[in-house]
């Protein structure tokens, strides 16, 4: 069963819409029991870090034994900033700190430069690694929208980046975790592509 927590903070119907245009059926739910049985785990999100920790809380210890029991967990835009330890937009909270590292807000000196605060719209993908999750995958152009982007102490999760005036990691991957920046489900055929090559990972 591919499950997608709902938790208050994410593009639901587009993420699902998403799987089923590859054929997959997924369940939208806040049910801990279904959660708990899920094969696939899926982390949307929109919205701020803070906010997000605290609907999050009650769903903790379901991701992280989720993530232990090696299934694959996709977590996409905000849902790829909490998989982090913390973030500049909401001091003080921890996030779920799956990969060790900073959300950090764009340099304001952006505008100057004409790149707009938040990064909205379409960019390109520089490969920096490997990664099932990109399979046939190349320089395509991906969908973002988001005004801080993750900082990891281990560059090593890094599968690739975009250029926004600073180098911004648009995927990151460990083992069976994989978590996007960018939204797939909105990234057109390339963005399904990514998502047939996700669930790859269940087979």
């Known amino acids: 069963?591919?499950?997608?927590?709902?938790?208050?903070?994410?593009?639901?119907?587009?993420?699902?819409?998403?799987?089923?245009r590859i054929g997959a059926q997924a369940l939208v739910t806040?049910?801990?029991?279904?959660?708990k049985k899920a094969d696939v785990m899926i982390l949307p999100g929109v919205g701020a870090?803070?906010?997000?920790?605290?609907?999050?809380?009650?769903?903790?210890?379901?991701?992280?034994?989720?993530?232990?029991?090696?299934?694959?967990?996709?977590g996409v835009c905000l849902g790829l900033q909490v998989l982090f330890s913390e973030s500049e937009e909401s001091p003080g909270v921890k996030g779920l700190d799956v990969f060790s590292g900073k959300v950090v807000r764009f340099p304001e000196t952006l505008p100057a430069e004409g790149l707009?605060?938040?990064?909205?719209?379409?960019?390109n993908l520089n490969i920096k690694r490997e990664s099932p999750l990109l399979e046939g995958i190349g320089s395509d152009y991906m969908y973002f929208v988001h005004s801080y982007h993750v900082h990891p102490d281990n560059e090593g999760v890094v599968v690739a980046t975009v250029d926004y005036g600073v180098e911004v990691p648009a995927v990151v991957a460990q083992d069976n975790v994989f978590a996007?920046?960018?939204?797939?489900?909105?990234?057109?055929?390339?963005?399904?592509?990514?998502l047939k090559n996700f669930l790859k990972q269940a087979l």
């Open 116 to 123: 707009k605060i938040p990064h909205m719209g379409w960019n």
């Open 1 to 20: 069963m591919i499950a997608i927590i709902d938790y208050g903070s994410g593009n639901l119907k587009s993420i699902r819409n998403g799987f089923h």
């Open 49 to 74: 870090f803070g906010t997000a920790m605290g609907n999050l809380k009650k769903y903790e210890d379901i991701i992280h034994q989720h993530i232990q029991e090696e299934k694959p967990f996709l």
């Open 30 to 35: 806040n049910d801990k029991r279904e959660l």
């Open 180 to 194: 996007t920046q960018f939204h797939p489900e909105k990234s057109g055929e390339v963005g399904l592509e990514i």
